[in-house]
């Protein structure tokens, strides 16, 4: 492109960095930022999304908070993707008030969270091991109209599994059959887990024709759990 005389873009230095982060080569993305801005070629919101990205997926939470702050000194307004990407970044470092803080920054900017960030934030609380607060993302979740997938009930009974709660796992689980969300392996696996290391041996089985007969085929993990139960 240089050699012909065509200069690049901000897209074509986006797809860049993308490529060369999304290979591992993260010294190359940030060798092509740098040549970026000494082109004074203007970050756009999606550069900004992806350095969030970047330094979010490295464990970098600071880091991309400072990207948000740039942004705003800048006059770029972050997207959904933005913020999905620093929501995501707080909840694996288990900075769930930051979250929500993030949280209350979307409702300020008109920026409303959309289902993904409820399951983040609802997989951040259950690491956390905050079943509460939780079962109230979950509960807000219904409030803004928003409907949960199997992503969303599959988390939530994993941590209430991992909590010992078994008989909201028991209403949850019907409550998701109900509404038309078919359960997939990840659901049955936490189930499974559960009834084995509460002694429920028999319901574990009958779980795992259950399984079999709506059509799930088990992985190894499912036959682990059941393995190592026996």
């Known amino acids: 492109m240089k050699t012909e005389g065509i200069k690049p873009n901000v897209v074509t230095y986006n797809t860049l960095i993308r490529g060369f982060y999304n290979s591992g080569c993260g010294d190359e993305a940030q060798r092509v930022l740098t040549e970026m801005l000494e082109s004074n070629i203007a970050p756009d919101v999606k550069t900004y999304s992806m350095l969030v990205d970047m330094f979010c997926k490295d464990g970098c939470v600071e880091q991309a908070q400072a990207i948000l702050q740039r942004m705003s000194e800048k006059g770029v307004a ?19 008030k930051d979250a929500e803080n993030l949280l209350d920054l979307m409702a300020k900017t ?18 956390a091991k905050n079943i509460g607060k939780a079962l109230n993302i979950f509960q807000e979740m219904f409030r803004k109209g928003i409907t949960p997938d199997v992503v969303t009930y599959t988390t939530l009974i994993d941590g209430l599994c991992k909590a010992n709660r078994l008989p909201l796992v028991h209403k949850l689980f019907k409550e998701m059959r109900s509404h038309g969300i078919a359960p997939d392996v990840v659901t049955y696996a936490s ?6 290391k509460s002694d429920q041996l028999d319901e574990a089985v009958i779980l795992l024709e259950e399984m079999e007969d709506n059509g799930v085929k088990p992985n190894v993990a499912i036959y682990n759990i059941l393995m190592n139960s026996l």
Do not use: H, Q, R, W
């Not at 972050?78 to 769930?96: K, Q, V």
């Not at 008109?110 to 690491?127: A, H, Q, R, S, W």
């Not at 189930?191 to 084995?196: K, T």
């Open 78 to 96: 972050p997207n959904i993707i933005t913020y999905s990407a620093l929501l995501d970044g707080c909840c694996l470092c288990g900075e769930m």
């Open 110 to 127: 008109g920026c409303e969270p959309d289902l993904v960030c409820f399951n983040t934030m609802i997989n951040g609380y259950c690491k």
């Open 191 to 196: 189930l499974l887990d559960s009834l084995c």
